[in-house]
Structures are given as C-alpha cells and as structure tokens.
T-cell receptor
Framework: SQQGEEDPQALSIQEGENATMNCSYKTSINNLQWYRQNSGRGLVHLILIRSNEREKHSGRLRVTLDTSKKSSSLLITASRAADTASYFCATDRGSTLGRLYFGRGTQLTVWP | EADIYQTPRYLVIGTGKKITLECSQTMGHDKMYWYQQDPGMELHLIHYSYGVNSTEKGDLSSESTVSRIRTEHFPLTLESARPSHTSQYLC?????????????FGQGTRLTVV
C-alpha cells in the first residue's frame, strides 16, 4: 500500500519561479527522504530530514517536516528547465529495518 | 554517480521465457531492494534483502524470486514471463541502520513481455 501521497500530481511552472511539492504519510517515521527521477531513469537522492528536524536546506532545496500533520514539503527555488523531473518522497514507516516506501510522485515541468 | 548497475537496460521477451535481471553494487551495502514501477506511477517494493542469504517479499505480490548469495549481487528471476510482468524494475541499495539511510538506485530495466 502507498505510504506517501505527493501533491500535486503534476506541476507546470516557468523558469525562475519556485516549485512547492507536498507529501503526506500515514505512519510514524524515523526520517523522510526526497528523490528525483528523470524520465525512464533511476531515482537520485536529494535530501533527508529526520523526524526531530523541522526544516532543512540544501542549495536551492528547502524541506520542511510537520510530524503532527504527518506532512512534508519540498521547495525548489528559482527553478530551471533542468529541474524537470518526477519528485518522490519516501519514508521508513518508523521501522529501522531499512525498507523504504515511496509515494506516487509529483511530475514537475519547468518551461524555459 | 552511484556504483550500482542494472543489466539489461531494456529487454523484450516472449511469453513463457525465463529471465534474470541483474543488479550489482560496489559500495558494500547490506540492504538491497527491488522496486516495480509502471510509467508515471509509484514505486512498489517487491523484494528486500537485509544481507547475504536474507531476503523478504515486499508489499506488492510478485511472481519473481530473488537471491543474495554475495553482498554485491541481487538478481531477480521470472521463471515464466507474462505480459502482466511488463514494467520497469528498479534496483537500489543502502546502508540504512548506519546513519546513512539514503538509497542509491540503478538506471532500471524496462521489461516488455510480448
């Protein structure tokens, strides 16, 4: 069964605009991760936020986590055409065994 | 660039054939995963390995089987391929449990069964 629910399913913006994607989940977590997938390729890890953290930055990426609402958001600032990809959140469902569960993803299109 | 490799990248095969999708990683990771993903859809965990000789089925029922005889190798086998097996198969590995929980993915194998 699906753990993360990304929202929106698709997002289309112009270069230079900010893109915000949301992820909701249903169980407790130890951490939440965001991944990027270019069309037809494997996933690439972007950023991880632990359950005791509320916000994290990495370059143009900003991730927030609200464990009371069981939700996270990924903000990409000053987007570029090269940011066009699918973005997935993944959680461990509170287990330390190492299984990762992914949502359906948000398809981001950035127009030049 | 992640050191995890999947072969083949694309495979078109007839119904009833036996196939093995290869996955190898050179990072020494204990945890390895197989995910199945249809176009534009979520990833479904179909197999998981904690380490050598330790495998478990994932949440999505799959007719495939896996083995983990060596740390670096995690092949997936379909004894008799069917059109319903057409999908993309993604292999990943991680050091989860060591403070580095991020997963590294291969490029995927796109399987088409005709």
């Amino acid at each position: 069964s699906q753990q993360g629910e990304e929202d929106p399913q698709a997002l289309s913006i112009q270069e230079g605009e900010n893109a915000t994607m949301n992820c909701s989940y249903k169980t407790s977590i130890n951490n939440l991760q965001w991944y990027r997938q270019n069309s037809g390729r494997g996933l690439v890890h972007l950023i991880l936020i632990r359950s005791n953290e509320r916000e994290k930055h990495s370059g143009r990426l900003r991730v927030t986590l609200d464990t009371s609402k069981k939700s996270s958001s990924l903000l990409i600032t000053a987007s570029r055409a090269a940011d066009t990809a699918s973005y997935f959140c993944a959680t461990d469902r509170g287990s330390t065994l190492g299984r990762l569960y992914f949502g359906r993803g948000t398809q981001l299109t950035v127009w030049p | 660039e992640a050191d995890i490799y999947q072969t083949p990248r694309y495979l078109v095969i007839g119904t009833g054939k036996k196939i093995t999708l290869e996955c190898s990683q050179t990072m020494g990771h204990d945890k390895m995963y197989w995910y199945q993903q249809d176009p534009g859809m979520e990833l479904h965990l179909i197999h998981y390995s904690y380490g050598v000789n330790s495998t478990e089925k994932g949440d999505l029922s799959s007719e495939s089987t896996v083995s983990r005889i060596r740390t670096e190798h995690f092949p997936l086998t379909l004894e008799s391929a069917r059109p319903s097996h057409t999908s993309q198969y993604l292999c990943a590995s991680s050091e989860y449990g060591t403070g580095k929980p991020e997963a590294f993915f291969g490029q995927g194998t796109r399987l088409t069964v005709v």
